[in-house]
């Protein structure tokens, strides 16, 4: 792991362009993010793109559908519904970049299957690990189970060799009175896998009525999210130096 913000400049939205750039992505009425399709774009083009697909991956019930749903600025389910087949959200999340010294934009492909999807069809699986830059490992803070079983994800989707970044969401942290996740537990398993612990809560974060937006919360995340790919990046781009090559985006860092 590595120091937060020593890639993105975290408080960078507080900023007076980070309030201007952000208005693009919010509805009028400033409380709720505008939601894009894979084929929808935000209007800002003097921006420089970067793009990576996600995968989500955790014990069924853990929250994956509504923790997608919370980072693209979509409706939280209000019951669990097992997902049918892929389902696929797009994120724009701006970000100040120090290594550039300039306003990036991130756009993150977040992909969701269900398990029985994964079960069932042996093509799932393959389409969701295919080109993916980064897993998504979440577990739920009331289902000690969902925790436990992070290691054995890690070891069975991913190899230490492969550049895939890989963030552990705990879910449902809005529950943490009834956490089964102790503190402990959390420095343990960081100290032993170097991969970051954050946490959600799997509710609407904002009211009508309510002076925040539904950024409040999910801007810490979404930045975290962000600055550990971009970290991806960078290791990816001083292995390419060795080798004598580089893609055309990891030449940037």
Known sequence: MFPPGSLLQLDWYRSQEGREVFSHFMQNNGLKRKTFGLLERPNIPSLEEFTYKLFLV???????????????????????????????STIYMPARNLQL??????????WDAGENALRKFDHVL?????????ILLLFSFVDK???????????????????????????????????????????????????????????????????????????????????????RDVLLAGRSQNKGHMDHRIAYC
Request: hydrophobic share 30%.
């Open 58 to 88: 955790g014990k069924t019930g853990v929250g994956k559908t509504s923790t997608a749903a919370k980072l693209s600025g979509n409706d939280v389910p209000s019951v669990h519904c097992e997902t049918s087949g892929i389902q696929t």
């Open 101 to 110: 010294n300039k306003t990036v934009l991130f756009n993150i492909q977040l």
């Open 126 to 134: 393959p389409a969701c690990v295919d080109k993916v830059d980064g």
């Open 145 to 231: 189970g969902s925790f436990e079983e992070i290691p054995q994800l890690i070891t069975r989707l991913t190899d230490p060799d492969d550049g895939v970044c890989k963030v552990v969401i705990g879910t449902k942290f809005d529950q943490h009175a009834h956490s089964e996740i102790t503190q402990r537990d959390i420095r343990d398993f960081e100290s032993t896998w170097k991969i970051p612990i954050l946490k959600i809560k799997n509710v609407p974060e904002y009211h009508h009525t309510d002076s925040r937006n539904d950024l409040s919360d999910i801007l810490p995340i979404l930045n975290s999210i962000c600055e550990h790919l971009w970290h």
